[in-house]
């Protein structure tokens, strides 16, 4: 192994566990214990960078992990949709939301695209392809749906079809040329639930 990159998405937040469009609010506490329940699992890292989000640098403090902040981690900005839960866009702007779904070039809310997203993320993956080591990425599905696709050569329009869900893990190997997908949306561990009967 020349390098290996493993990105973490950060915890859930209130907003989000509504429905809503990401918006730069705190995680959830009950996230970030899962978070804290997971730091004995991480391998060592050379590098830890975290999105510039509350929410992903929050993850990496409950994960131990003293990270540097990456631009290129960022969420997808959501512009004025941003903080609104789906549902309610969909009922005011149905025709908008129909070509965010649909266009990967499309930004009808103002913010970025999921192209723009995924133009960053290939700068970020093709970027550590020389690098030696592993590095940790704490960050967000949208980026990591589209680093997925990058390494895999895989339409944009496949984005919709890849879950990631908080607090998982994906990892990627290279060989100092090109990335390869070694493991995809792997939970992290959670505590276990005790039975009274």
Known sequence: ???RLTMICSGITAGTRRGAFPSDEPAEAKSLALAEAMRATLPHADRVW???????RQTAEALALKASVEPLLADQDFGRWAGRRLEDVQAAESEAVAAWLTNPDAAPHGGESLADVARRA??????LVAERGHTIALTHASVIRTAILHVLGAPLAASLKIDIEPLSITDFRNDGRRWV?????VPGPRPAISRQG
């Open 1 to 3: 192994m020349h390098g």
């Open 50 to 56: 975290s999105a510039p989000a509350l929410r992903a």
């Open 122 to 127: 290939s700068r970020m993956v093709d970027g």
């Open 181 to 185: 997908l070694r493991a995809c949306g």
